[in-house]
C-alpha cells in the first residue's frame, strides 16, 4: 500500500510518496505473546487429536479420526515408506513439546515412547526418513531430557533410553550402507536387513539428498554413544557423493546408482532429491568444525548461485550443462534455501527468494507442491510443509524486521481458515480448490508448529536455549558442543548462540576473526543493522508475480459465475474467449480454469485464446452450419463436412488421382477442424471418414494396442495427436522396466509410446509423477542429452502430456517442436538401420525400407499444420552419404534449435 501526501510550501508543490514498510506493521510485545500463545493452542489441537484418536500409530488421520498403521489402510506408494508402526508422531514430536515448554507432556511422552516403540517389525521402511524423522527424534528427545535433568526441571529418572533405542535403529540402518560405493540402499527391512525379498536387487538407486542427509544424526549417534561406525559410515557417504560432482560445474545430479556411482538422473537443483545434501554439507562444518564441509559448501554454492538463481527464482540445470534449464517447474522443497542461506551469511538474496514463494502463498494461501516458472500451479497439493516458515523463522532472526512476523502470521490464519479440522489439521490436495487430504504428517509438529512458535517467542521467555543447538532437516534440535566430543585432529572451534546475529561484531561463525576477516559476512553488518535493509530489497520485487502474470489476467478472471449463468439460461455449453487482443496458443502457456469447489456445473465450458477465438468466429459467420463439438474424450471417427468439400468430392470422387497429395486437416482431442477454402489443385478426399483422416484411424490403432496391455484398476493409458506424431502413454502399478519405442511408418507417420511400470495403484497417476518418468526415459533410453535446445522441447513435452491427460488441445508452437523432437529421437541401444546404415535423416524414418536408396530422403514429410491458411508446399530433401561411415545425412543439415 502506498500513502500519497501532497504538501505545498511558498509556492511549490511537493508530492511525498510514502510506502508502508514494515515499521508501520511493527507487533507489540502483547501482539506476539498472543500470536505465540495461539499457535500453541494449534499444536495442542493436533497433538491432542493425535493421542486420542491415533496413537500408538504412526500418523493421525484427521478427516477420518483414527490413526494410520502400516498395512492397514490402502498403500499410498513411497509415501508410506516413511512409517514403521513404531509410533512415529511421538517420536517426531518430542522435542517440540520441549522447546514450548510443555515439560510434564514432554516427561509423560518420553516414558510413552520406551513403552511403545518398537522397531524389530517385518517392515520395509526409508532409511533417509527413518533417520531423519525416528533417529534424530530419539536424539533430539534425549538431548531435552538430559537437559532437563541437568537443569533438575524434570526427568530425574531418565537413564539415556532414548539413546539406547536411537543406536538400536542405528545399527538396524547399517545393513543399508553395504554397498560398493558406500551410498545406503534407499529402503531396509526393519527386522531383516537387505536379507529379505531381494531387497538389494529392487533397489539401486537412491536420491541425492537421501543419501547425503545422514551425516548430523550419524555423527551425533557416535560421539554420543563412543560407536564411532555410524560417523565413519555417514562420513564416506559424504566423500564420495563429493568425488562424484560434475568437474566442471561442481554440480550433483539428483538420483545415483547405489553401486556403481552412475547418475540416473543428472537435473541439479535446491529443492526435491538434492535439498538436505547441501543443507547438511554445511551444517556438518557447523557441527563438526570440519574445514572441508565449508570449503565443498562454498564450491557448491557458488555454482548453485551462478546458474541455478534466475533473479529471485532458483531453477534446475543439467548438471553436466548447467548453462541449459531441466525442468519448467520449481518445487516447494526449495523453501528452505532462504533459511540456509541465512546460515551462510548471504541475506540479500535470501530475501529476494523468500518474498517471491511469500508473493506466490498470496496469491493460493499456501505453497503449492510445485509451480511453473511463470507462476502457475503445476502440482497443487500442500501437506502443510514447513520449510518456508522455517526460512521466514531464519530471517526475522537475521533481520528482526517485523514483516516476517507479518509473514508468520498470515501462515497461522491460513493454517486456521483453510487445515483445521475437528481432529486436527488436514493436508491440502488442491491449492486451487482448497480440498483436504486425510493425512497429517508428522513433521507438521516437529517443525511447522516449532518454527512458528519461535518465530513468535522471545529467547528470554524459552525453556531450552535454542541458540546453544542446530536444527537437523526435521528441526531436531543436536547441541553445538559435540563438536569437542570424539573430535577428530582437525582443529574444531567452539559455535555459541549461532542464529544470533551481532549487528555491530565480528561473524559468529568465527568468533575469533575480527570483521574482516568474516567465514560468513552478513550484509547487514556492513549496512548498519537497519531493518529498511530488507524492506529496501523487497521493494525491488514489488508485485513481481503479479507482473509476471499479468498478461495471463484475463484468463483467471473467469468465475464459475458465469458458467452457471449460462448453465441456468439452458445453455448445454460455453465457448469463452479471452478479451486480451495479444493472446493465443502460440504465445501464451496451457492453464486451467480454477473452480470454486462447487460441482453444480455440469455443462462443458472451454477457453479460447483471443487469436484462436476470432479465427473460430470469423469461421461462424462465413459458414453458418458450422458445427462445434465439446467432448471429453476424442472422437476421431467424427468429420464434420462443409458444402465446399462435398462439392470437391463430388468433382472427384477417387482419391488415388491425385496420390501425392495430402487433406488439410487437423485433428484434435475434442474433433476436427478444418479449412475448407485451402486445396487449391489438391485432390478431393473420399466420404469414408477413415480416408480422411488416417492418422486419425492410426491413433485409435495405437490406443486399442496399448489398452491391449492390460484394463484394470491397475492400469493407466491416454493419447494424444499433432499431425503424423502419436504420443501414447501406458501406466502400471505391475512390476517392469520403464521402455520407450518409436514406430516410424510408410506414410511418415510417428508413434512415441512410453510403457511405465510401478506407478501409483488405483488412481490416475499424478500428471507430474507421469512426466518425470517420460523424461526420465528420453535421458537414459535416447539421444535426448545430446540434442541443443532441450529445454524447449520439455516445455513442448510438458504441454504435449498435458493435453494428453485433460483431452486438450496442443498449441501449434509446441506442437512443432514436438515434431521436431520426433525426428530427431533415437533410441540408443535400438537405432534404426537400414542395410546396416544408421540414417541421420532430421526427417521421419520409414523403418521398413530394406534396399539402400539414397532417394529414400527425397520424400515429402511436411506436417500438417494446425490452423493452416493454405497447404505447405514441402520442400525435398536430398542425402547424402559421410564418407567413410556409410550415414545418410541431408544436405546443410543445422543444429536441433528452435
Known sequence: ??????????????????????????????????????????????????????FPADELMPLSCKGRYRGTEPSRGDVDDSLGNFTLTLIDTLDTLAVLGQ???????????????????????????????????????????????????????????????????????LPAFNTTTGIPYPRINLKYGMDKDNLSQR??????????TMILEFAALSRLTGEHVFEEKAHKVMDYLWQQRHSSSDLLGTVINVHNGDWIRREAGVGAGTDSYYEYVLKAYVLLGDEKYLYRFDKHYNSIMKYMSK?????????????????????????????????????????????????????????????????????????????????????????????????????????????????GFAAISDVMTGKHEDQLDSFVLAETFKYLYLLFSEEKDLVVPVNEYIFTTEAHLLPLALSLVNASTLETKVKTNLYDIDLDGPSIMDPEDDGDQQTCPNPLHMNKGTTSYAFDIRTE????????????????????????????AGAIGGIVIDNNKESSAESSLLFAM????????????????????????????????LQVLLTYTPKNNVVFKTAGEESLQQQNPNPSSAPNQ????????????????????EGPPTDKSAELNPQGTKLSQSIVSLESLGKSTDTYSCSIQYGPVFLSVFATVLPGENNFKINKHKDNTVDLRFHLFEVTANKKPEINTLYVEIVDLLRQKTNFLSLENQ?????????????????????????????????????EDDPTIISGSKTACSQHIDTTLTNHNPLFCQKRTCPLLEYSQRRQQCPKRTCHTTPNSGILTPQNQGSDGG
Not at 203 to 211: E, F, L, N, P, V
Not at 666 to 671: E, N
Open 103 to 173: 515439560v510434564e507432556k514432554f516427561e509423560s511422552a518420553v516414558q510413552l515412547v520406551i513403552d511403545y516403540a518398537k522397531f524389530d517389525s517385518d517392515i520395509i521402511v526409508s532409511v533417509f526418513e527413518t533417520n531423519i524423522r525416528v533417529l534424530g527424534g530419539l536424539l533430539g528427545g534425549h538431548v531435552m531430557a538430559t537437559y532437563f535433568k541437568r537443569k533438575r526441571r524434570a526427568m530425574e529418572w531418565y537413564n539415556g533410553e532414548l539413546l539406547m533405542m536411537a543406536k538400536d535403529v542405528g545399527f538396524r540402518l
Open 791 to 827: 529445454e524447449q522441447y520439455l516445455i513442448a513435452l510438458a504441454r504435449m502430456l498435458e493435453a494428453a491427460v485433460f483431452q486438450l488441445d496442443i498449441s501449434n508452437m509446441e506442437g512443432q517442436k514436438i515434431l521436431k523432437l520426433a525426428g530427431l529421437l533415437r533410441i
Open 594 to 625: 480454477s473452480g470454486d469447489g462447487q460441482s453444480d456445473v455440469t455443462i462443458p465450458i472451454v477457453f479460447l485464446f483471443f487469436k484462436e477465438g476470432q479465427r473460430l468466429l470469423e469461421a461462424a459467420y462465413e459458414y453458418p452450419e
Open 541 to 568: 520485487l514489488k508485485d513481481y508475480v503479479n507482473n509476471i502474470m499479468s498478461t495471463e489476467d484475463g484468463m483467471h478472471a473467469i468465475r464459475p459465475t458465469i458458467a452457471r449463468r449460462l448453465q441456468a
Open 311 to 423: 533473479g529471485p527464482m532458483m531453477v534446475d540445470v543439467h548438471m553436466h550443462k548447467p548453462t541449459s534449464s531441466a525442468r519448467h517447474f520449481m518445487d516447494a522443497l526449495l523453501a528452505f534455501w532462504p533459511g540456509l542461506q541465512v546460515l551462510k551469511g548471504d541475506i540479500s538474496p535470501a530475501i529476494k527468494t523468500h518474498e517471491m514463494l511469500y508473493q506466490v502463498i498470496q496469491r493460493h494461501n499456501f505453497l503449492p507442491e510445485a509451480f511453473t516458472t511463470d507462476f502457475k500451479v503445476h502440482w497443487g497439493q500442500h501437506p502443510l510443509r514447513p520449510e518456508f516458515v522455517e526460512s521466514t523463522y531464519f530471517l526475522y532472526k537475521a533481520t528482526h524486521d517485523p514483516h516476517y512476523l507479518q509473514v508468520g502470521k498470515l501462515m497461522v490464519e491460513n493454517l486456521n481458515k483453510h487445515a483445521r479440522v475437528p481432529c
Open 203 to 212: 533397489s539401486k538407486d537412491t536420491c541425492t539428498a537421501c543419501a547425503g
Open 662 to 681: 495430402e487433406i488439410p486437416i487437423q485433428t484434435h482431442s475434442t474433433g476436427v477442424l478444418k479449412d475448407p477454402t485451402s486445396g487449391q489443385g
Open 1 to 54: 500500500m502506498t500513502y500519497k501526501w501532497t504538501v505545498k510550501l511558498v509556492g511549490l508543490t511537493f508530492v511525498i510518496l510514502i510506502y508502508e514498510d514494515s515499521v508501520a506493521h511493527s507487533m507489540s510485545d502483547s501482539q506476539k505473546r498472543e500470536m505465540r500463545d495461539s499457535v500453541e493452542e494449534m499444536f495442542n489441537h493436533a497433538y491432542g487429536s493425535y493421542m486420542k484418536y491415533a
